[in-house]
């Protein structure tokens, strides 16, 4: 049974960071990419960062480009998101995400088919 539990989310003031951790079990970690997704009220869930499977290769939306970093520690089947510089816009439920069997890219967002539950992240102004 594939599970991901994400934790890390919070409420912070602008400018502020936040670091989400994802935890995985009931897949093979190290053959997947892992990625985070945020999905705000009313508007569609979207791919914030992706990571390859060894950890080479990442991907960001433009819209976290420099401020946000993924990282991974396969040994710990554990996917890092740091996220700095925070903004209201950034506000949303991230959603942490594994595309099995992905080996050595990062993929599109259509690859991701097992989903965390979702952590509350809230950033004031």
């Known amino acids: 049974q594939v599970q991901l539990v994400e934790s890390g989310g919070g409420l912070v003031q602008a400018g502020g960071s936040l670091r989400l951790s994802c935890a995985a079990s009931g897949i093979i970690f190290r053959f997947s990419a892992m990625g985070w997704f945020r999905q705000a009220p009313g508007k569609q869930r979207e791919l914030v960062a992706a990571?390859?499977?060894?950890?080479?290769?990442?991907n960001y939306a433009d819209s976290v480009k420099g401020r946000f970093s993924l990282s991974r520690d396969n040994a710990k089947n554990t996917v890092y998101l740091q996220m700095n510089s925070l903004k209201p816009e950034d506000t949303a439920v991230y959603y942490c995400?594994?595309?099995?069997?992905?080996?050595?890219?990062?993929?599109?967002?259509?690859?991701?088919?097992?989903w965390g539950q979702g952590t509350q992240v809230t950033v004031s102004s």
């Open positions: 995400a594994a595309a099995q069997g992905l080996i050595g890219r990062v993929g599109t967002a259509a690859d991701f088919g097992s």
């Open positions: 990571i390859s499977s060894g950890g080479v290769i990442t």
